[in-house]
């Protein structure tokens, strides 16, 4: 990449002096080691760098080891992801043209979203001033160790078979009963489409969906599509729906709510093929009965760390609603960023809201996730004002789809406590609190603080708003999630407003604030006639069993109709049966387990994927495989890929038939910390969200309900090879037709080597495989593999979907002779 210069120019004011300093600094980024990384700083200005008097802020989510930094510097830990290199008293200066490595030591480093982002330089002179190094590269990396090779991909992908598009499932995901007719429904012209007037928003998706087909043409004698509400074979969902496809009578639809027409046509939609100009459409008379396995199918986007603007979140909708998930979790605020207008409290946007430099956090939040210093630069500055909002969620009640939003609480609030803090009467902390702690992501002040009439005051502001702008919208609030994760050791230990509280009621522990601030927030959310959603800590009792401390249900919430969103089953931490345990005491419980619902964890251990570790790695097996009744059977790996110990289950509660009718369904979660760029949402989210929405929708699958591993296995690879080539030869090529720039991650290929020749293969059927044999990336233009290749020299293999578009590129190269 060819050096651009950075003209850094400050205008500063000492006095009544005008005082100008500028610079020209290159930066670059390099992982030398499994556990070693460099900064080169090279001075591109015609004056030095001083020796003293500056220092480069940078996000990244790793630390610098402390005493490992050479060269004269140091890297400091400012607050959270954000750092800074200061210079030391062994570094004298920078001369023009002159380079300069900072050498340091860190923990391993997954993959690119670990790499520092987003670096600006201060001087001390002009402190509030932060001015962006443009020109600065973070050099991918390679491992040998810890990585999926092209040869252990091919074994992965020899676990599914090869079937012929026109012996595939019809309809996706898998409905509870097809069944093929004789004979095709011909259309030659745009049918009509008779409704009630209750299903006229049915009616115009209908037409929306045929439209291309036949424009706006229309012809006596074409039979109709029938749209209708009655009643639908034997279930109880009001989800519920029947396809017909009749060669005679056409197409007929009916749901036992608009809800089931609306999923009747997304399964009508999964049957149409690609249009052919002046062709009609032609349709294989069918018969669908279909209701979901669970009333709620959801997925929640974190648009607080990272803000994703209004038209990313309608086009989310828009797959949601294709794929029949019917909730969308909108979370909305974090430490990092509070993303919707409230009326009458405009701090909140304007300060919580933007993100830049400098750090007071008095006009807006500091850097994170590489923002950088400028205030307003995308996703880390943004929100949704009064009528983005009200349109998002009109927008996704056409769709069957309810809203539910998250406001943090009383932890990850930091957005919130910073807006608030000149608000006496809505005011979050207490001024005078002196506890010491700090969160998991690394903040010392996020807390609201419990003992404050005025967080109360400001929940129910905030309550009321959101209420009124659902109303609004025509859609009612009916749940609303409050938060409740994370809150750290430490919290209000100092606060005098706690400790008088505390007083004041007989109160022993600051342990007991939690039920007191729930108990609060129950009943501001009762008298809007809502039932309190959370994080799982809203449903347990921290306690101590043999000397240790674990967290129990909470009796005393059970019975109050919470809903607890469960995610800590990490195989190994101690929690894996919390769902479970939470579900058989009462608690309504949405599964969204983090090893195989967090879709913010990287695709697999190599480095050129984009995501997160803690929890494992997520691809599209791993929500597809998940058994929600009973996970621990087909739990194999933990978190770091390695067989996993059966006895991580061993003593673990199990479902009860009890707790079976709390489980009220299961949620994917995308968090945003390594999603701030264009297209990375789609990336994270496609094709993970089909394994989402089959388990969600379709019936348990045989290979759930069968007994013995061996017959199990066979069933479950069958039902997996049913999946990638859904997925692969009819899903992804028909997003390619109708959702514009959809960024989806194209699988990379497999490649084994064999007698002199290469293998190749490919997760997802359906993706053209091109090669080159120079050690090149192939292109539109290289050859498409179309049998073994001869393994000479560096073949290089990518896929590429019907666009043209590529993946990530599998490489071998043949031993030098």
């Given at each position: 990449m060819r050096n651009r210069l950075l003209a850094l120019s400050l205008a500063l004011m000492v006095g009544a002096s005008p005082v100008s300093a500028q610079t020209a600094l290159q930066l670059r980024w390099e992982l030398v080691g499994d556990t070693q990384a460099a900064f080169t700083l090279t001075n591109r200005d015609t004056k030095p760098l001083a020796a003293t008097g500056w220092a480069i802020y940078f996000s990244a989510l790793h630390s610098a080891d402390s005493g490992s930094v050479g060269a004269g510097f140091d890297i400091q830990d400012v607050m959270a992801d954000l750092h800074r290199i200061v210079p030391g008293a062994g570094f004298a200066g920078l001369a023009p043209g002159a380079t300069i490595k900072i050498p340091y030591v860190t923990e391993p480093l997954l993959n690119r979203s670990f790499a520092p982002s987003g670096p600006y330089i201060v001087f001390d002179a002009a402190q509030d001033v932060g001015v962006p190094l443009s020109d600065y590269v973070a050099a991918p990396f390679?491992?040998?160790?810890?990585?999926?090779?092209?040869?252990a991909q091919f074994a992965?992908?020899?676990?599914a078979r090869d079937i012929p598009a026109s012996e595939l499932p019809p309809v996706f995901p898998t409905p509870v009963q097809v069944t093929k007719g004789t004979g095709a429904l011909r259309l030659s012209a745009m049918p009509q489409v008779p409704a009630p007037a209750e299903l006229a928003n049915e009616a115009a998706f209908a037409a929306e969906y045929l439209r291309p087909y036949f424009g706006s043409a229309r012809k006596a004698g074409v039979p109709a599509l029938r749209l209708e509400v009655g009643d639908v074979a034997d279930y109880a969902s009001p989800e519920t729906y029947t396809l017909v496809v009749d060669p005679v009578q056409g197409i007929r639809i009916v749901g036992a709510s608009p809800a089931g027409v609306f999923y009747g046509l997304q399964s009508l939609r999964s049957l149409l093929p690609a249009p052919t100009p002046r062709a009609g459409l032609v349709l294989p008379a069918i018969r669908v009965v279909d209701a979901p396995r669970f009333g709620y199918r959801g997925f929640m986007l974190d648009v607080a760390r990272n803000f994703h603007p209004k038209a990313a979140v309608l086009r989310t909708l828009d797959l949601l609603a294709r794929?029949?998930?019917?909730?969308?979790?909108?979370?909305?605020?974090?430490?990092?960023g509070w993303r919707v207008e409230i009326a009458g409290l405009p701090e909140l946007t304007a300060v919580?809201?933007?993100?830049?430099h400098p750090l007071d956090s008095k006009g807006f939040l500091q850097p994170a996730f590489g923002s950088g210093p400028q205030v307003g630069g995308a996703y880390g500055s943004g929100f949704y004002s009064h009528a983005d909002y009200v349109e998002i969620v009109r927008y996704a009640?056409?769709?069957?789809?309810e809203v539910i939003p998250e406001i943090e609480m009383p932890g990850h609030a930091r957005a919130a406590i910073k807006a608030m803090a000149g608000n006496a009467q809505y005011r979050l902390t207490d001024p005078n609190d002196r506890s010491a702690y700090r969160s998991v992501q690394g903040y010392p002040d996020n807390v609201m603080d419990p003992a404050l009439e005025s967080t109360y005051g400001f929940i129910e502001r905030?309550?009321?708003d959101l209420a009124a702008m659902h109303r609004e919208a025509g859609a009612p609030l009916r749940n609303i999630h409050m938060g409740g994760d994370e809150v750290p050791n430490g919290v209000w230990v100092g606060s005098p407003a706690v400790q008088a509280y505390m007083r004041a009621h007989g109160l022993t522990s600051v342990d007991d604030l939690w039920f007191v601030f729930y108990g609060r927030v129950a009943q501001i959310l009762k008298a809007h006639d809502l039932a309190l959603s959370g994080w799982e800590e809203i449903a347990v009792r921290k306690t101590r069993r043999e000397g240790r401390g674990t967290n129990i249900p909470n009796p005393d919430f059970a019975g109050r109709g919470w809903r607890a969103y469960v995610w800590n089953n990490v195989p190994g931490w101690g929690a894996e049966d919390l769902a479970y345990r939470l579900a058989n005491g009462g608690y309504e419980v949405v599964l969204s387990p983090v090893t195989n619902y967090y879709f913010d964890l990287a695709w697999n251990q190599n480095p050129e994927e984009t995501g997160l570790d803690w929890g494992g790695y997520l691809d599209m097996r791993k929500p597809f495989e998940f058994i929600p009744f009973d996970y621990y059977r087909n739990a194999r790996v933990d978190r770091e890929g390695n067989p996993l110990n059966p006895a991580a289950f061993v003593g673990k509660d199990r479902l009860t038939d009890y707790g079976r009718a709390h489980i009220v369904g299961i949620q994917g979660n995308l968090w945003s910390e390594t999603i701030g760029g264009e297209g990375r949402l789609d990336y994270m989210l496609v094709p993970k969200l089909f394994g989402l929405a089959e388990r969600a929708w379709a019936p348990d699958p045989d290979w759930a309900k069968e007994a013995g591993r061996v017959k199990s296995d066979s069933l479950f690879r069958e039902g997996w090879s049913r999946l990638v080539n859904v997925v692969g030869k009819r899903e992804l090529p028909r997003l390619d037709r109708?959702?514009?720039?959809?960024?989806?991650?194209?699988p990379t290929p497999g490649l084994q080597v064999a007698g002199g020749m290469v293998y190749s293969s490919v997760e997802l059927p359906g993706f053209i495989l091109r090669y080159t044999t120079d050690g090149s990336d192939p292109t539109v233009r290289s050859a498409e593999v179309r049998g073994p290749i001869p393994f000479r020299g560096t073949v290089s293999v990518a896929a590429f979907n019907t666009t043209g578009r590529k993946g990530l590129t599998a490489r071998v190269t043949a031993p030098l002779p």
């Open positions: 390679q491992r040998s160790q810890r990585v999926v090779t092209p040869q992965l992908d020899a676990e794929y029949k998930l019917n909730v969308f979790h909108m979370h909305l605020t974090d430490d990092e919580g809201a933007r993100r830049g009640a056409a769709r069957h789809i905030v309550v009321s109708e959702v514009s720039r959809l960024n989806y991650r194209i």
